[in-house]
Structures are given as structure tokens and as C-alpha cells.
């Protein structure tokens, strides 16, 4: 593993750390390990208090996640689907990405940090399709996973939202061609399988997706709970 993992590693288990803890722990010289400090401090993923070394608030984020970072796992991407209505139409985009490069399907993205999954399904609707749209409900979550010869390649978390268009004036993205198809005449081998599956099976279902925040102080104490 790379050294700057190594000690970003060391975080995981201490909230602050010395120099000398560092180097006893990873047994390095002094000179090697100062080098590899100051390179963390300058992007920004490490910063100096008093004679301790803490992670930056922007490291902080990348804790839950440190074994995708490092190769160490293999994770699950969350993205959010929109399904786009109006009078009887939905809007698919044709992705010019990988995966599913060529195919059909519900314009979506991944799930961003600070977003709830309607913010993040209205920010996406617009940036993709150029529409500005109004959330009506969350109508599934699936759980899509991709194998080839036998082992797993992809992994997605799907929640799939329902919004309704202000307007129909589309603009178009990089992410591909965008197009408006009669929900009673969908043709699934045009279609992402399990987009197909969940405009026919699940777009008028409603599911409900608890929104929890908690608040952790300097401290790494929970210190308030919320649900909405």
C-alpha cells in the first residue's frame, strides 16, 4: 500500500496523532516520513494542531469509504434514477457512457454527500435533461449487480424516483440523446433490463426512504438525531 494510505490508515483508529506516533508505528525515518506528511498537508488531507496531526474535514469524508479507496474492497455505487412523466410519456436517455453504453434508459446520478435523494434526483434531471422538474416520490429501491464469466463487475444501489417536467424543452448532455417514449409501448431489448422492469413493475409504487442525519462533535460524539 501506498505510504500516504498507510498513515491515512493510522487515522481510522486515532483521532490525533503525533509525529513520533506515526513514525513508531510505520517504523520509517524521520526524513521519509516529514516528506510524506508535508504532502498531505498540502492536498489538503492533513492538518497540524498544536503538535498534533488531524484529518481535514474534507478527509473526514472519505473515512466511511477507505477500503474503496485503497483497493483494499470493492463497493456499491448509490445513483439515483429519475423517471421523467408527462402525459403518458417517459424520458429515456440513450447513454453514451459505459456501462450500458448504447442503450436505453432513465437518466440518473450518483448520490452526492450532502444531497437527499430528491435534491440529488432534481439537480440531476436538470443537468442531464435540461428540465426543472418537481419530485412526487420515490417509488423503489433495487439493488442491480453486473457479473461477466461468472464474477461481479458492477454494483448499484437504484432508487428510483418519479418527477413531473416544468416544461418539455430538453437539452441535451454528454451523457447521451435523450427522447420521450409512450409508456404503453416501451420495447425492452432498446432498454436497460432492469430500467425496463422498474418503469413496467414499480414507477407508480411509492416507497418510503427514511432521510436520518446525526451530528458528530470535534470529539467524535454523537451528539444529536434526526429523521425526516
Not at 506528511?37 to 489538503?44: E, P
Not at 429519475?82 to 442503450?103: C, T
Not at 450532502?114 to 432534481?122: F, H, K, R, V, Y
Request: aromatic content about 8%; proline content about 4%.
Amino acid at each position: 500500500m501506498d505510504v500516504q494510505y498507510k498513515i491515512f490508515e493510522l487515522f481510522i483508529k486515532n483521532k490525533r496523532l503525533r509525529f513520533s506516533d506515526i513514525e513508531k508505528a510505520l517504523e520509517m525515518k524521520s526524513n521519509l516520513l516529514s516528506y510524506h506528511l508535508d504532502g498531505l498537508v498540502k492536498q489538503g488531507m492533513l492538518t497540524k494542531e498544536y503538535d498534533d496531526y488531524i484529518l481535514t474535514k474534507n478527509a473526514e469524508t472519505m473515512m466511511p469509504i477507505f477500503a474503496q479507496i485503497t483497493g483494499k474492497e470493492k463497493g456499491v455505487l448509490p445513483v439515483v434514477l429519475m423517471a421523467i412523466l408527462n402525459e403518458g410519456k417517459i424520458l429515456l436517455l440513450k447513454r453514451s457512457k459505459r456501462p450500458y453504453q448504447g442503450y436505453w434508459g432513465m437518466p440518473g446520478g450518483k448520490l452526492q454527500l450532502q444531497e437527499s435523494i430528491p435534491d440529488c434526483a432534481l439537480r440531476e434531471a436538470e443537468e442531464e435533461t435540461g428540465l426543472k422538474c418537481s419530485y412526487s416520490h420515490t417509488a423503489a429501491v433495487v439493488h442491480e449487480r453486473v457479473k461477466e464469466n461468472e464474477e461481479y463487475k458492477h454494483a448499484f444501489v437504484l432508487f428510483l424516483t418519479v418527477l413531473k417536467p416544468e416544461s418539455i424543452k430538453l437539452k441535451e448532455s454528454e451523457e447521451g440523446k435523450l427522447e420521450w417514449f409512450p409508456l404503453d409501448n416501451l420495447q425492452s431489448d432498446r432498454i436497460i433490463p432492469s430500467d425496463y422492469n422498474m418503469i413496467k413493475e414499480h414507477i407508480e409504487q411509492k416507497t418510503q426512504v427514511s432521510n436520518v442525519i446525526m451530528e458528530e462533535n470535534s470529539e467524535g460524539q454523537l451528539v444529536s438525531f434526526t429523521k425526516k
